[in-house]
């Protein structure tokens, strides 16, 4: 590995990381250089001493551990990476316990909003008489569901399980890019992130421990388990029976799902494992029958039920919203829950949260235009060589515009599709995300990162678990951090103790670039589903 020219944000002061000897200065010409963020300081001192070749080791040893237990990740319409290892840099991103406790904060508002908003539109619909969102968006929105209608799911928690994804702009500037309140995904590398982390990097572990504490993420199934168990029907004894729901191993998160399965101690089925008889879902065993109380299903609501939905779908089953219908039976994430991922209603997220929690929002969307309107769609027209057009129901990085980085034929043929469905789209100024630390083939340099908490709802409140999925972009130049399309992941550290810096300090040091653009403007386009 060689010398990086640019390890960090210069705008910021931050000089070259050391050679590939080890022997180069940390910071800047003389060793000297800004002060690293409090945060980071155990993280610094690691690089500091740990030599290239240690590093590419454990890279490499990450990568077999992976490897070893498959953890994959299928690529859709990608015959050559049907099953595509997520590739892990094992320079961690870290939070302090004070920049978490805001996080905290902000994730529960924005969950318990978005709770109150699904159960307003499939119920009295008071938002949409107020004018918070427009009736049409709603009503016509490919993702409202009609079998919701008139319904409360089991102790009015409609989102169990949530995967908010942040960006982060600045020292104390998040913001919300997108909400996942379907089938979020992507827990389970979260969680083998920091299980990696431990086998390999013990030592840093260790100190950032003696300083103050990293908080665990070990304690997301028991967690889940109990929010799912909380929410059984009531007419379950101590003990309900859960499952989880699969398309088949074909599915991009199959590892996942069988990964969760396995964690919760649950029965893993698809849809010819089950049955419903008597409006009560069972599942087949070798002892015969089954009875199932909560389902925690991800599989989305076109596909779950052939009787209400796609009637050619096989991987649903029959009668199964007839089941929830019934009380019998409780589906986590609720039937419904997909109109809350659309990306025009993310756009009414501020005047949602602030409808139903009477508090203006703790985190921020990022600005947003609604090509639907016509002064949006005008300017969005004039301007798409500087900004970013997604389409409302798009995920994993598709079915999008960078401007910055598009050719003028690009722009012009986006130019069209715009035009011709103009409702289908939104746009989004590009933003100079933070930067991480990264371990590169040729050392140590700054890649985008974005974030993906999960907050999980239950009968007894809402919990998350301190850290997330950080996703990064590993190629140079590249911009995108979805899985899908090349981006890798880093294990999320959040820390105790009182010496972990906070959101509002003077000083933001070189192990997180806050704000840094370095390779040009960052998209922010999502990524795991």
């Known amino acids: 590995m060689g010398v990086t020219a640019r390890a960090f944000?210069?705008?910021?002061?931050?000089?070259?990381?050391?050679?590939?000897?080890?022997?180069?200065?940390?910071?800047?010409?003389?060793?000297?250089?800004?002060?690293?963020?409090?945060?980071?300081?155990?993280?610094?001192?690691?690089?500091?001493?740990?030599?290239?070749?240690?590093?590419?080791?454990?890279?490499?040893?990450?990568?077999?551990?992976?490897?070893?237990?498959?953890?994959?990740?299928?690529?859709?319409?990608?015959?050559?990476?049907?099953?595509r290892l997520i590739p892990f840099d094992i320079v961690p991103r870290v939070l302090a316990g004070s920049e978490w406790a805001v996080l905290e904060e902000g994730l529960t508002?924005?969950?318990?909003?978005?709770?109150?908003?699904?159960?307003?539109?499939y119920g009295p619909r008071e938002c949409i008489r107020a004018g918070v969102v427009p009736e049409e968006l709603v009503l016509l929105n490919p993702q409202y569901c009609m079998a919701a209608v008139g319904r409360r799911p089991a102790k009015d928690v409609w989102v169990h399980i949530a995967g908010i994804d942040l960006v982060r702009t600045g020292p104390d500037e998040f913001f919300v890019l997108e909400d996942n309140a379907r089938t979020p995904s992507g827990v389970s590398y979260?969680?083998?992130?920091?299980?990696?982390?431990?086998?390999?990097?013990?030592?840093?572990?260790?100190?950032?421990?003696?300083?103050?504490?990293?908080?665990?993420?070990?304690?997301?199934?028991?967690?889940?388990?109990?929010?799912?168990?909380?929410?059984?029907?009531?007419?379950?004894?101590?003990?309900?029976?859960?499952?989880?729901?699969?398309?088949?191993?074909?599915?991009?998160?199959?590892?996942?799902?069988?990964?969760?399965?396995?964690?919760?101690?649950?029965?893993?089925?698809?849809?010819?494992?089950?049955?419903?008889?008597?409006?009560?879902?069972?599942?087949?065993?070798?002892?015969?029958?089954?009875?199932?109380?909560?389902?925690?299903?991800?599989?989305?609501?076109?596909?779950?039920?052939?009787?209400?939905?796609?009637?050619?779908?096989?991987?649903?089953?029959?009668?199964?919203?007839?089941?929830?219908?019934?009380?019998?039976?409780?589906?986590?994430?609720?039937?419904g829950t997909g109109i809350a991922d659309d990306k025009a209603i993310y756009s009414y997220m501020p005047e949602i949260v602030r409808f139903f929690t009477g508090r203006d929002p703790i985190l921020h969307n990022v600005p947003t235009w609604r090509c639907r309107e016509a002064d949006a769609l005008s300017y969005v027209l004039d301007n798409l060589h500087e900004l970013v057009v997604k389409e409302t129901d798009g995920s994993g990085g598709y079915g999008m515009l960078v401007g910055p980085h598009a050719t003028s034929e690009q722009r012009e043929q986006f130019a069209a599709r715009l035009k011709a469905n103009p409702q289908h789209y939104i746009a989004q100024p590009t933003l100079a995300l933070s930067t991480c630390p990264t371990l590169t083939a040729a050392g140590i340099a700054p890649r985008h990162v974005d974030l993906r908490p999960f907050v999980l709802t239950g009968a007894n409140g809402t919990k998350i678990i301190p850290g997330g999925l950080t996703r990064v972009a590993l190629k140079e130049g590249s911009l995108v951090v979805n899985s899908s399309q090349g981006g890798g992941t880093k294990d999320t550290w959040v820390l105790d103790g009182p010496e972990v810096g906070d959101m509002t300090g003077a000083s933001t040091g070189p192990f997180e670039a806050e704000g840094g653009d370095i390779d040009g403007p960052f998209p922010g386009p999502g990524g795991l589903d």
């Not at 508002?109 to 539109?121: I, M, P």
């Not at 390999?200 to 100190?207: F, G, K, R, S, T």
């Not at 029907?233 to 088949?248: F, I, K, Q, R, V």
């Open 190 to 335: 979260m969680l083998e992130n920091r299980e990696v982390m431990l086998r390999l990097v013990p030592e840093l572990i260790h100190a950032v421990s003696e300083r103050g504490g990293l908080r665990p993420v070990e304690t997301y199934p028991e967690t889940l388990l109990e929010t799912l168990t909380s929410v059984a029907p009531n007419h379950c004894g101590a003990e309900p029976c859960l499952a989880l729901l699969t398309p088949g191993i074909h599915n991009s998160a199959y590892y996942e799902h069988s990964f969760l399965a396995d964690k919760l101690g649950v029965e893993l089925v698809e849809g010819s494992d089950l049955f419903v008889s008597g409006d009560v879902l069972f599942m087949r065993t070798t002892e015969g029958p089954k009875r199932v109380d909560v389902l925690y299903r991800r599989v989305d609501d076109d596909f779950i039920d052939p009787l209400t939905f796609r009637q050619d779908s096989v991987l649903g089953v029959p009668g199964l919203v007839g089941a929830v219908h019934a009380g019998n039976l409780t589906i986590a994430n609720a039937l």
């Open 109 to 121: 508002q924005r969950v318990q909003a978005l709770n109150l908003f699904l159960a307003d539109v």
């Open 9 to 83: 944000d210069e705008t910021y002061g931050f000089g070259p990381y050391p050679d590939a000897s080890g022997a180069g200065p940390l910071f800047g010409g003389d060793g000297a250089g800004p002060e690293v963020r409090a945060a980071y300081a155990q993280v610094a001192a690691w690089l500091r001493s740990a030599p290239p070749e240690l590093l590419e080791t454990r890279r490499r040893q990450a990568e077999l551990f992976f490897r070893r237990i498959g953890i994959t990740f299928a690529v859709y319409g990608d015959p050559d990476a049907s099953e």
